[in-house]
């Protein structure tokens, strides 16, 4: 391992006298390239050049102890036990910065939420979870842009697709694929029952058409009239964009903009993360018996999460997780339930490697 980091570090020392020359302000491609690099180095390399200052630490301090008087060793006792409590902690930290990495944690993404059994209720929540992610987002100082919606005359969503665009989205909202259930009382339930419906999220890396081309002849493309709640007409033109791809027979329809080229620009962003998504899952298949014990499969028939409005609660089913504050949750403040789904997928990895 420390032969791995005196590596990176001599590649971050590298980066850094690259991306100081002159010629490199001609070629902006590559120097945005280098730039990304060290960015993911920096984090790595100042935690092993803090490892390395601690076990220097560590040393001095075991010399005095040999060498020095009564007092000079009382205070070398007191720093080689601050110096090893800090070489344990960073040890530990770097390993979590050495496991391997999604390719994709950098990435944008795609969120699509679907309303599932439950009909209108569903619907409701479905348009409750796109709130929430927004104001997460919002939260993060990320952008989100709506692409296409199918809303029910009471204000849900029978679907929405939406891009959130953000450095590292992926690598936290990735945990958000799967089945969400809320347990509540519907407002047109008058015996004041509680229903159980259920909402599907699916998270896709967004990804340009430089890493996925789609070949045109893949394609056929049809122009229809956007339409709003109840089949209300809300464009007069033919501006709706529905695209399908033949060789797998996948349609997206995009509605949301007033102009045909951008309703098709966004349909196509989805189109390529989906078809990229059909890819990877192809390639995990390899390894399924893995991806199963970690927490973040991705698997969409699984059921993540459960919303119990009776009781105020939050309960994540993959790591026995309940929190009694749905209100605050659905409010954007995710970062309890994530940071503990990362935590534990980290834990798993790092168990794999230890073991």
């Not at 060290?38 to 601690?54: D, H």
């Not at 809303?151 to 959130?164: M, V």
Request: net charge negative; hydrophobic share 35%; with cysteine.
């Amino acid at each position: 391992m420390l032969d791995k980091l005196e590596g990176l570090a001599d590649r971050y020392d590298e980066l850094e006298s690259l991306l100081a020359s002159p010629e490199l302000y001609e070629d902006p491609s590559r120097a945005a390239a280098l730039a990304k690099e060290q960015r993911e180095l920096q984090p790595i390399v100042t935690a092993y050049r803090q490892y390395s200052a601690a076990c220097q630490e560590e040393q001095d301090a075991l010399e005095l102890l040999e060498e020095g008087d009564a007092e000079l060793r009382t205070l070398a006792q007191e720093t080689l036990t601050m110096s090893r409590r800090e070489i344990e902690r960073l040890e530990h930290e770097l390993k979590l910065l050495l496991l391997p990495r999604d390719e994709n944690d950098s990435r944008s993404v795609i969120m699509e939420i679907r309303a599932g059994a439950g009909g209108e209720e569903a619907a409701l929540f479905a348009a409750s979870l796109y709130r929430m992610y927004t104001m997460y987002a919002d939260s993060r100082g990320w952008k989100t842009e709506r692409i296409g919606q199918s809303e029910t005359e009471l204000g849900g969503f029978k679907e929405i697709t939406f891009s959130i665009d953000g450095d590292g989205a992926f690598s936290r909202l990735k945990y958000e694929s799967g089945v969400h259930r809320v347990q509540r009382v519907p407002e047109t339930e008058s015996q004041g029952r509680v229903h159980t419906s259920t909402v599907t999220v699916a998270v896709l890396p967004e990804i340009d058409d430089v890493e996925l081309t789609i070949d045109p002849k893949d394609l056929r493309i049809d122009v229809f009239r956007s339409s709003g709640a109840g089949g209300q007409h809300i464009n007069k033109t033919s501006s709706a964009i529905r695209i399908t791809h033949l060789p797998t027979g996948m349609v997206v329809e995009c509605q949301d903009e007033r102009s045909q080229f951008k309703n098709k620009d966004k349909a196509l962003r989805v189109l390529r993360s989906r078809l990229f998504e059909i890819e990877q899952r192809k390639r995990d298949d390899a390894i399924a018996a893995e991806r199963r014990s970690q927490v973040g499969t991705g698997d969409r028939s699984e059921r993540i999460r459960t919303y119990n409005f009776p009781e105020n609660r939050v309960s994540e089913h993959r790591i026995k997780l309940t929190l009694y504050q749905l209100d605050n949750f659905l409010d954007g403040n995710l970062d309890e339930v994530l940071d503990a789904l990362i935590t534990t997928d980290q834990a798993e990895k790092l168990a794999k490697i230890d073991g």
